[in-house]
């Protein structure tokens, strides 16, 4: 039989359909050992309130921990009548305790200041799993960065050869948005540390129970300021889904750039066999499917933020059943990042760059036409002119077939009367590499300093 938590005023249960529509524990039953924690330390202020007697809190933390153990092994599951999580583990504490101790607990407290705040443990507990996850990936990068020190590629803006840089620069290039997501997580965990446990349904308590010592065995570093705002805000979950998505975008442009560079166009990189599928038509096909999924499945946590944000959106204070729909998006969102993580890393970690094609390529496109024209400027020649100089020597090159570095004394001199022979010096790949070597700057030197300060931020601390 249903223990509907609202028995006295009504004369019937629901409807059938009403409680198929409202039934939630499909979904919130990953609540139930965030919930009852936050039964055990209600139980403790309720105690201290003297609410309870020492013997009732026993034998209520005694029936809490059978719960628990019940829920863990499966001895106790919800069904369609407990509509949500917190009224199945009503019902098993009832059944645990007795209806006359077990029907203590609800003193003080409501589903919604409960749901707020085991809401927030869950995804502080998942935040974690995340940064851990995104740490992999960027370990994977770093780790290719240090496998190839030396690599050189022709460097894009528009998707154009641009100029050259080195593959380590690249590749950290990405490290460094994911260690922002990171940093981003971290952030909003500082603002989620506020329990709102002790709000009740929108008020406040007024049984002398202490939300701060309720914050604090839960993990919060303090309670929420307003009750209000603590059973009715949700922009945490929001905040946090917006981290996320970011995270999935960040992940999608390494995806993209795999995928391409997986083509025989780009010739890039070799994938290994483990991260990889073949087709069933096809013999010869070996597909990137692991960055495919991660560019597909950033469109879906962009879907999860803005659904959330459209749920949120123009809700009147306080709590709104609407707010029950806040949960699905953001567990669904962590659930894809956490099976992306390790085969995103497995991918990245396990692909084999062709640096022989890599070197080829760095300079093609006359990607050295900038080294001209900074080459100039060292000489004294205005940029303005020493670009113009430059664009010629491009002109020329490409006219006849060559390269830059294959313009004659002659052709040099006519171009410009500074373009004496010693410009060659910096017509080469590693010369143009070497010279930018200011903090940021791709010079090996540089790139080193970068990795070593990106593997100092994965030091775990
Ligand atoms: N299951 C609800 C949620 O996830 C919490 C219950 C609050 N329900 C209510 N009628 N006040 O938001």
Redesign the pocket.
């Known amino acids: 039989a249903s223990v509907a938590l609202w028995g006295g005023r009504f004369a019937s249960g629901p409807a059938e359909a009403m409680a198929a529509l409202s039934a939630?524990t499909h979904f919130?039953w990953r609540l139930a050992p965030y919930d009852i924690a936050g039964s055990r330390a209600h139980a403790r202020v309720l105690r201290k309130a003297d609410l309870l007697t020492g013997d009732e809190l026993t034998g209520m933390l005694a029936a809490l921990d059978t719960l628990a153990a019940d829920v863990e092994s499966g001895a106790f599951t919800p069904t369609i009548a407990d509509e949500?999580v917190?009224t199945a583990l009503e019902r098993g504490l009832l059944e645990r305790a007795g209806a006359e101790l077990g029907g203590k607990l609800r003193a003080g407290r409501?589903?919604?200041d409960q749901?707020a705040t085991l809401f927030r443990m869950w995804l502080r507990d998942a935040a974690r799993r995340v940064v851990e996850g995104t740490l992999g990936v960027i370990d994977a990068l770093v780790a290719q960065a240090t496998r190839y020190p030396d690599a050189v590629l022709p460097g894009r803006t528009h998707l154009q050869h641009a100029q050259p840089v080195l593959l380590a620069h690249h590749l950290l290039a990405h490290a460094q948005a994911l260690l922002r997501d990171v940093g981003r997580l971290r952030d909003w965990d500082a603002r989620t540390a506020e329990s709102p446990y002790g709000s009740g349904?929108l008020a406040g308590s007024s049984l002398g129970l202490d939300p701060e010592a309720v914050a604090a065995e839960l993990g919060f570093a303090t309670s929420v300021e307003n009750s209000i705002d603590g059973t009715a805000s949700r922009d945490f979950a929001a905040e946090f889904a917006f981290a996320v998505a970011m995270l999935g975008v960040n992940l999608s442009r390494v995806a993209e750039e795999v995928i391409l560079w997986n083509t025989a166009e780009f010739g890039y990189v070799t994938l290994d066999d483990a991260w990889a599928t073949g087709s069933s038509i096809m013999p010869q096909k070996k597909n990137p499917d692991v960055a495919e999924l991660t560019r597909g499945k950033s469109g879906r946590l962009i879907g999860n933020l803005t659904g959330l944000l459209a749920t949120l959106k123009a809700q009147p204070l306080a709590?709104n059943?609407d707010?029950?729909e806040d949960?699905e998006p953001v567990f669904d969102s962590v659930e894809q990042l956490e099976l992306l993580f390790p085969a995103l890393a497995g991918m990245l970690g396990t692909l084999t760059f062709h640096t022989g094609r890599l070197a080829e390529l760095a300079p093609a496109g006359f990607t050295l036409a900038t080294d001209i024209a900074e080459w100039l400027v060292r000489q004294g020649i205005p940029f303005r002119g020493a670009h113009e100089a430059a664009g010629e020597c491009v002109r020329v090159a490409e006219e006849r077939g060559a390269g830059l570095d294959d313009l004659t004394d002659d052709e040099l001199a006519a171009i410009h009367p500074a373009l004496t022979p010693e410009v060659r010096t910096v017509l080469t790949v590693a010369g143009s590499v070497a010279s930018r070597d200011a903090r940021g700057g791709t010079a090996p030197a540089r790139v080193g300093e970068q990795r070593d300060r990106l593997v100092a931020a994965l030091e775990p601390h």
């Open positions: 939630s919130d949500d917190h409501s589903r919604n749901v349904a709590y059943r707010l029950q949960k």
